[in-house]
């Protein structure tokens, strides 16, 4: 299985990034896929995943409004959608699966991470 995320970058504060990830190997359609964040120095965390049987999207609550994730069964692809962005959301963004549950930690299978710096 191989989840591989693209789409990261520099940006200014107050702009905007889409990341996306596809998985191969193994569809994830009775779950979902999430995304996960590890800024310099820290721990990973939550950012949000997708529900696939549901299609509900759910966030890490210091990040509602400003982040969306959307996705596509079929094709086992998720993205996400980072708007009005800050300097404190610099950090590599992992894409993840399967997702199961809100503020998941552990995850079976993980991408290998994009860059995201948001300049000041």
């Known amino acids: 299985v191989q989840l591989q995320a693209s789409g990261g970058g520099l940006v200014q504060a107050g702009g905007s990034l889409r990341l996306s990830c596809a998985a191969s190997?193994?569809?994830?359609?009775?779950?979902?896929m999430a995304w996960l964040r590890q800024a310099p120095g820290k721990e990973p965390k939550f950012v949000g995943g997708i529900r696939w049987t549901s299609g509900r999207a759910y966030y890490a609550d210091s990040l509602k409004g400003r982040f969306t994730i959307s996705g596509d069964n079929a094709r086992n692809t998720v993205n996400l959608q980072m708007n009005s962005l800050k300097p404190e959301d610099t950090a590599v963004y992992y894409c993840?699966?399967?997702?199961?549950?809100?503020?998941?930690?552990?995850?079976?299978?993980w991408g290998q991470g994009t860059l995201v710096t948001v300049s000041s």
């Open positions: 993840a699966a399967p997702f199961l549950y809100l503020g998941q930690s552990t995850y079976e299978y």
């Open positions: 190997g193994r569809a994830f359609s009775s779950y979902g």
